[in-house]
């Protein structure tokens, strides 16, 4: 089943023919950004852990789409999807390092060492093994990771995810000044999204966590959709090594 455009964008087709690869994209803010790709025209691979949801995924995205199960640190799984994109397309436009995971909260004093590990692994090392595999199979426009507003500042109970996740935003000036100019990599920051992956931070608490952001709400996954479209987009032909947090408005808040 081909998806419907979202309203406002029946005229925007900023992704006509173009071919990007998602990972995490099963559902939340991966599923968000790989369906504001199709809705603009292009084609999308899709990753995540479990091959049930990535097909319920497909059927929501249509016949644009197409999802590849398996572990985002592993090799084999990374060489099937870019074989598959080889084969299939001819080409690779776009990569969208969205896969993370988030096991601890607590004290960092606390943290166990091989959880930590974990985190880096999948967080970190994950994204620049996929991006490493992008350029080597072709990758012609831009990269996209995901960051977080835990990575920009003290994130008091998911310390280890802000310093792994400010770890991305370091590597993604690093990629941006070696693969230009060729190849624009650029990062967004998002605060709570009221996503599966979030819920810990917000449920049963959704208002007093609202109150938080100026904006009076948290974030949809919308919310990052539009933005990582627009970084990956010749709209952002000039920008390059660059994090764009997407808070609400909490980085404005007064300090007294």
Request: hydrophobic share 45%; charged share 20%.
């Amino acid at each position: 089943m081909q998806s419907s455009p979202k309203p406002g964008l029946e005229t925007v087709r900023r992704f006509e023919g173009t071919v990007s690869v998602i990972t995490g994209a099963s559902r939340g803010i991966g599923l968000a950004i790989a369906q504001r790709l199709v809705d603009e025209g292009g084609s999308v691979v899709i990753t995540g852990r479990k091959q049930d949801s990535l097909d319920a995924a497909v059927a929501q995205l249509g016949d644009a789409a197409v999802g590849i199960a398996g572990r985002v640190d592993d090799a084999e799984h990374r060489a099937d999807v870019f074989a598959h994109v080889t084969q299939k397309h001819g080409r690779l436009d776009h990569l969208v390092n969205n896969a993370g995971i988030n096991p601890v909260y607590g004290p960092i004093v606390d943290v166990d060492a091989a959880a930590a590990r974990k985190i880096l692994e999948v967080n970190v090392i994950a994204g620049l093994e996929w991006t490493r595999a992008a350029v080597t199979g072709g990758l012609s426009k831009s990269v996209v990771n995901l960051a977080s507003v835990a990575g920009l500042g003290a994130s008091p109970g998911i310390a280890f995810y802000g310093i792994s996740k400010a770890a991305v935003i370091n590597m993604t000036m690093q990629l941006a000044f070696e693969l230009a100019p060729a190849i624009r990599v650029n990062a967004v920051a998002p605060a709570v999204i009221k996503t599966d992956f979030a819920r810990a931070l917000y449920e049963g608490r959704e208002a007093e966590a609202s109150a938080a952001y100026p904006l009076g709400r948290l974030g949809e996954t919308a919310d990052v959709a539009g933005p990582v479209a627009f970084l990956l987009s010749d709209d952002a032909a000039w920008i390059t090594g660059h994090t764009l947090p997407i808070d609400g408005g909490a980085g404005i808040r007064p300090f007294l």
